[in-house]
């Protein structure tokens, strides 16, 4: 597993950052540019929404996991996702978990 959970990273990062890009050399780097571009109709306002939040939660609940289970490095999650997204920060949980679990002799999750 841990080998999809690293390919899950490149492919999670590759998608929002090849988008990101595009805005970027288009609009430049400005904060306010990218959320207005983000919010720009209600469609993607409301995609935008539910991708927050659905980060929220998850930072929040893998947060508490990786506190109870010993899982390092979470703080590279939070980082990842809010520079990248969730397609990046989740898969890496995984991994980090995964190996964690490895390292502990637990099977279940780090093939």
Do not use: C, W
């Amino acid at each position: 597993m841990k080998k999809f959970y690293l390919l899950a990273m490149v492919i999670g990062a590759a998608f929002p950052l090849y988008f990101f890009s595009q805005h970027f050399a288009a609009h430049g780097f400005g904060l306010s540019t990218f959320v207005d571009a983000a919010f720009a109709n209600s469609v993607a306002s409301g995609e935008a929404a539910d991708l927050l939040l659905s980060a929220v939660f998850a930072l929040f609940a893998f947060g508490r996991e990786a506190r109870d289970q010993g899982v390092k490095g979470f703080s590279l999650v939070v980082l990842g996702t809010l520079l990248i997204g969730l397609s990046f920060g989740l898969p890496l949980y995984f991994y980090l978990r995964a190996t964690q679990l490895e390292a502990r002799g637990v099977e279940r999750f780090a093939h």
